[in-house]
């Protein structure tokens, strides 16, 4: 018994249980971050998967169309019930329809049901009856649909580059309109020579303006012509017009190899593509844009001002009240709600210094703001406050951290304390700083709640960098992974179609934060290796 007891002690004083929970609550964490994973793989990336649809026949002699999501237990408990989607939101009113299985009399899987991906009022399922093409109907196969869809994509583009052209003589309107003010603010006259020019670009540019305008009405207009009629699974007619098609596929007719091509094409989209139908269809490349560009501003920002804080109060500061009172206030910073650092961004950086920039550079412009408003610049500067203090006590720790004999050693070799510091300490104390650089950028990528009142929008008109000068233009406003999430998540006039879409956002964003992470991580690892002490 008193040997029992005894190592028992020795069991409890050694520490044994604390390692054994921190390696099973390590474990649960790790388990818990997988699953998530999977669920939220599981829940998204599905949705690209070119699915069977199915043609049902229900006892009251209806018939429904749509692609099985989920099977359920009934309310009564007595049975099963399906939910398909139904698509055709224009006709029916809704996406999604819950039907008992003990309505069904019989389904098949038609090889002739088309989907169709549209730009408006989501996707459309049916049969194609006919083709009307410049003014002529006519019954037509699926390859006569999918080469009159290349002939339209083909003017489509055309138009494209019509619109790039009407936005660069726009971009030029507005300079030229800027320049007028200007001039009006400095009190020159029309008969001024600066006005003439100007007024002769202006006459010029418009002009070419209304020809392009005039150019993409017709245009549009051509290119609206042509039409393709379908019918639902009811028998109802229903008339599209072929630019209003994104895509065409007969998903019951797919093999398995063009499936998977099918399902690569729209993972591609989806990184590269423009949104559409109030971004809960298509691609969220400016979303992936913008938070990868507050990310990397944000970090120009915060990253330097944190390790040099740091770098002051751990090696320069003299311990006293004022140092204690500054450390204190930096660890309570980390726990401020974000979004009161969001009000602190709109009152101080947009209201005060924004508006301010206004007053002196562009006064000629009020009382419209130019950084006077939610934009990238005052967003990236909102979070870099916000985790500066996490880069400030990540610095600090490394600095400490350090043994004092490697101070010592270097000051006893005629090193300054700048030499001590630039040579030895931050080297040293570098993957510590790196690792408060991912906590930062991880925390920063995360965030939405002071973006909403700092320059997060929900479909920005242009990313903010373009072939114009000066090419870099904090002051516009952007899109955001995390605001995209909220947006389609509970904004959405159909929250059910787009909960596919709000898992791959997420997943997106999850992959965002683990990408520079990872980067971060293995420099810090770099840096390890070459600058190891015990200590790291």
Same mark, same amino acid.
């Given at each position: ?15 044994? $249980?604390?390692?054994?929970? =921190? ?18 793989? !599981? ?9 069977? +649809? ?7 002699? =209806? ?18 019930? /399906? ?15 819950? %039907? ?33 093409? @410049? ?31 009407? @936005? ?9 309109? +800027? ?15 600066? !006005? ?21 009405? /017709? ?25 209003? %098609? ?31 139908? *109030? ?8 979303? %992936? ?42 660890? @309570? ?22 508006? *301010? ?9 009020? $009382? ?25 006590? =990540? ?8 043994? /004092? ?17 630039? /040579?030895? +300490? ?32 929900? +479909? ?18 952007? !899109? ?7 947006? %389609? ?10 909960? $596919? ?16 992470? *990872? ?18």
């Amino acid at each position: 018994m008193a040997t029992t007891t005894k190592n028992m002690n020795k069991y409890w004083r050694v520490g044994e $249980p604390m390692v054994w929970l =921190s390696g099973a609550s390590l474990a649960i964490t790790l388990l818990t971050a997988v699953i998530l994973l999977a669920v939220i793989m !599981m829940n998204g990336l599905g949705v690209f998967w070119p699915a069977e +649809l199915h043609r049902l026949e229900l006892k009251d002699g =209806s018939q429904v169309a749509g692609r099985l999501m989920k099977t359920e237990p009934t309310v009564d408990g007595n049975g099963l019930r /399906r939910q398909y989607k139904i698509a055709n939101r224009d006709m029916y009113g809704l996406d999604f329809r819950w %039907i008992d299985e003990n309505q069904i009399v019989r389904q098949a899987k038609p090889k002739q049901l088309l989907v169709l991906e549209r730009i408006e009022h989501g996707d459309f399922y049916g049969e194609l009856q006919s083709l009307v093409i @410049n003014g002529a109907r006519h019954r037509g196969s699926l390859a006569d649909l999918d080469e009159a869809l290349t002939a339209v994509n083909k003017e489509t583009d055309g138009l494209k580059e019509l619109e790039d052209k009407l @936005n660069d003589a726009s971009y030029q309107m507005e300079q030229l309109r +800027l320049k007028e003010l200007k001039y009006r603010y400095k009190g020159l006259a029309d008969s001024d020579s600066e !006005m003439i020019t100007l007024n002769q670009d202006k006459v010029s540019l418009d002009k070419e303006f209304r020809q392009l305008i005039d150019l993409q009405t /017709r245009q549009t207009a051509r290119a609206r012509e042509d039409k393709a009629v379908f019918t639902d699974v009811s028998g109802t007619e229903k008339e599209i017009v072929l630019a209003d %098609i994104f895509q065409v596929y007969t998903p019951n007719n797919m093999s398995a190899g063009e499936k998977m091509v099918f399902y690569a094409a729209k993972l591609v989209e989806l990184l590269v593509g423009e949104p559409r139908e *109030s971004n809960t269809e298509g691609g969220l490349f400016p979303a %992936i844009f913008g938070t990868v560009m507050l990310i990397f501003v944000m970090s120009l920002f915060s990253f330097p001002l944190g390790v040099i804080a740091a770098i002051y109060l751990r090696e320069y500061a003299k311990e006293g009240v004022v140092v204690r009172i500054v450390r204190i206030a930096v660890n @309570n910073l980390a726990g401020i709600p974000s979004i009161v650092y969001g009000i602190f961004g709109l009152g101080f950086f947009i209201y005060g210094i924004g508006h *301010s920039i206004d007053s002196f550079f562009f006064p000629e412009r009020m $009382p419209t703001p130019t950084f006077g408003t939610g934009g990238l610049l005052w967003a990236s500067l909102t979070l870099a406050l916000l985790t500066v203090p996490v880069v400030i006590v =990540s610095t600090e720790e490394a600095l400490g951290a350090i043994p /004092r004999e490697m101070r010592e050693g270097s000051y006893a070799l005629g090193s300054t304390k700048f030499q001590t510091l630039v /040579r030895i +300490l931050l080297p040293m104390a570098s993957p510590g700083i790196m690792t408060g650089l991912i906590l930062a950028m991880a925390r920063a990528a995360g965030e939405v709640a002071p973006l909403m009142i700092t320059g997060v929008v929900k +479909l920005a008109p242009a990313l903010p960098i373009d072939g114009n000068f000066p090419f870099f233009h904090l002051d516009r406003k952007f !899109m955001h992974l995390g605001f995209h999430i909220y947006d %389609i998540g509970f904004q959405s006039p159909n929250v059910e179609a787009a909960k $596919p879409m709000v898992f791959v956002t997420t997943l997106l964003l999850v992959l965002i934060v683990l990408i520079m992470s *990872s980067v971060a991580i293995y420099l810090r690892n770099k840096m390890k290796k070459r600058y190891t002490f015990g200590t790291f």
